[in-house]
């Protein structure tokens, strides 16, 4: 695979023979819900080195010993300022589970979200800013049964 110029996987991406890509996860803990978060699902670089070392252990199911590396933030997410090129660290996960990715912790909206957390309405904007509005049913369930075809 890295001997190749452009290759696309659902987890690897080579671009030109020089630019290594890897696709992970990006949480963001959920505010009053112990132990819930809300991932993205994103793409961040990594040094040809590293890639080939995860390509190497894929399938081994030991990639959490490797480490964390270096990594650029490859996307650009609705909803905040500019993400691309946002210094991070990718965390290689056991068992064929996407890495996570740790934002440096700087004062963009985006690493200070994944530090702080989100509310349940912040992830229903989210999901709007994205195109999947769910506000109006949650509103519409919370506010009880209308009074449309009640015999008074």
């Known amino acids: ?6 290759v696309l996987t659902e987890d690897f991406c080579i671009i030109d023979g020089q630019h290594y890509f890897v696709r992970c996860v990006l949480e963001l803990p959920l505010v009053g819900l112990s132990g819930k978060a809300f991932g ?5 670089t990594l040094s040809r080195r590293n890639l080939a070392l995860y390509h190497e252990n894929f399938d081994s199911g030991q ?5 964390s590396w270096l990594g650029w933030f490859s ?4 909803g905040y300022p500019d993400t691309l090129n946002l210094k991070c ?3 290689p996960q056991a068992a064929r589970q ?9 004062d963009h909206p985006l690493a200070v979200e994944q530090r702080s957390g ?4 912040r992830l229903l904007e989210l999901y709007a ?10 509103a519409s369930r919370d506010a009880g049964p209308s009074s449309a075809g009640v015999n008074q």
């Open 118 to 121: 989100i509310t349940v309405d």
């Open 40 to 44: 993205f699902g994103v793409w961040s």
């Open 129 to 138: 800013i994205n195109g999947h509005d769910m506000r109006k049913s949650f």
């Open 1 to 6: 695979m890295l001997g190749a110029n452009n």
């Open 98 to 106: 996407r890495p996570l990715i740790e934002l440096e912790p700087t």
């Open 75 to 78: 996307n650009r997410l609705r």
């Open 89 to 91: 660290r990718v965390h």
């Open 63 to 67: 990639r959490e010993t490797l480490g």
